[in-house]
């Protein structure tokens, strides 16, 4: 089964920026659409941001848009969002999901949640005004 781990949250002051990363065990690391979902105390599991496996289609959440940054690195069998402006309603637990190979489940975005049965184990963004 494949393994997914985040990395990189922490706490920061309203303005500043943090990057987070995000690994799998498979070595077809690129075969695989990845995205990025946050949860807030209370609210609803967000879609942040997706990427397919060539890079090639993205999408990100209008609340985000035009501050954070989805990107890959196959080489390094890395998933990063780097984040900038952060604001205190960025303030969530940021989990990393992995949909599988895209050959058997389409390589686009965005898409719902439930298409990725491989999650992480979140890592907390905290950001005070």
């Known amino acids: 089964q494949v393994q997914v781990v985040e990395s990189g949250g922490g706490l920061v002051q309203a303005g500043g920026s943090l990057r987070l990363s995000c690994t799998t065990s498979r070595l077809n690391f690129d075969w695989y659409t990845m995205g990025w979902f946050r949860q807030a105390p ?4 967000e879609g942040v941001s997706c990427i397919n496996w060539s890079a090639t289609d993205t999408s990100y959440a209008g609340s985000v848009k035009g501050r954070f940054t ?4 196959n ?3 890395t998933l990063y969002l780097q984040m900038n402006s952060l604001q205190p309603e960025d303030t969530a637990m940021y989990y990393c999901a992995a949909s599988g190979p895209w050959r058997y489940t389409g390589d686009y975005c965005p898409r719902p949640a439930a298409d990725f ?12 005004s």
């Open 42 to 45: 209370g609210k609803e599991r």
């Open 117 to 128: 049965p491989y999650w992480g184990q979140g890592t907390q963004v905290t950001v005070s």
């Open 75 to 77: 080489a390094k069998n």
């Open 70 to 73: 989805i990107s890959r690195d």
